[in-house]
């Protein structure tokens, strides 16, 4: 069974920084692109970041650029978004999301996500 | 990068068929075919249901289909059912190697 498991996720001052982790299990996770993806509770999703396979092709949605950083442990099996000067219009629940495979797009499996909220 | 442009809600009746577009641009929908529709029930994580225009996973119930012409990408649900109503987001890649989501249909099934 595919899984996806997020954490990290807290309470943090505007400028803070948070690391978040999904743990993937049940796949070979070395094969997947990997995304994360955030929601504002009650409102919309958000594409926030993707990761290649090979962990050498990255890319980020303007609102999080040279703020954000994603990386992968395929040896680990886990996905990583490093958060650095976090701001108020970041508070969100962040998903991890699985790329599909031998198809384009973003999110066949979604982790139950994580929510970060950024207040003084 | 703007987000694309969904009704804020669709209304249909059981059994009817309701249409949910989803206007880009030709630097997303219109330039590639790799648009995906995502369901969400309250409370609950998002759900595939069209990949690439008009793929579906398997599982997916065979009323919902995909279109795309020029800069819009449609979902089609035929034989409306309760279970339909939820949030439906489209999404497309980009020419900005970046992806982008719809801002989200509410379809209510009266």
């Known amino acids: 069974e595919v899984q996806l498991v997020e954490s990290g996720g807290g309470l943090v001052q505007p400028g803070g920084s948070l690391r978040l982790s999904c743990a993937a299990s049940?796949?070979?996770?070395?094969?997947?692109?990997m995304h994360w993806v955030r929601q504002v509770p009650g409102k919309g999703l958000e594409w926030v970041s993707c990761?290649?396979?090979?962990?050498?092709?990255?890319s980020y949605a303007d609102s999080v650029k040279g703020r954000f950083t994603i990386s992968r442990d395929n040896a680990k099996s886990t996905l990583y978004l490093q958060m650095n000067s976090l701001r108020a219009e970041d508070t969100a629940v962040y998903y991890c999301?699985?790329?599909?495979?031998?198809?384009?797009?973003?999110?066949?499996?979604w982790g139950q996500g994580t929510l970060v909220t950024v207040s003084s | 990068q703007s987000a694309l442009t969904q009704p804020a809600s669709v209304t249909g009746s059981p059994g009817q068929s309701i249409t949910i577009p989803c206007t880009g641009t030709?630097?997303?929908?219109?330039?590639?075919?790799?648009v995906s529709w995502y369901r969400q029930h309250p409370g609950k994580v998002p759900k595939l249901m069209l990949f690439?225009?008009?793929r579906r996973p398997s599982g997916v119930s065979n009323r919902l289909s995909g279109s795309k012409s020029g800069n819009t990408a449609s979902l089609t649900i035929s034989g409306l059912q309760a279970e339909d109503e939820a949030d439906y987001y489209c999404?497309?890649?980009?020419?900005?190697?970046?992806?982008?989501f719809g801002g989200g249909t509410k379809l209510t099934v009266l």
């Open positions: 999404t497309s890649y980009t020419s900005a190697n970046t992806w982008l």
């Open positions: 030709s630097s997303d929908v219109g330039g590639y075919n790799f």
């Open positions: 990761i290649n396979t090979d962990e050498d092709s990255t």
């Open positions: 049940g796949f070979s996770f070395r094969t997947h692109w």
């Open positions: 999301t699985r790329g599909l495979i031998a198809a384009v797009g973003i999110a066949d499996y």
């Open positions: 690439e225009v008009s």
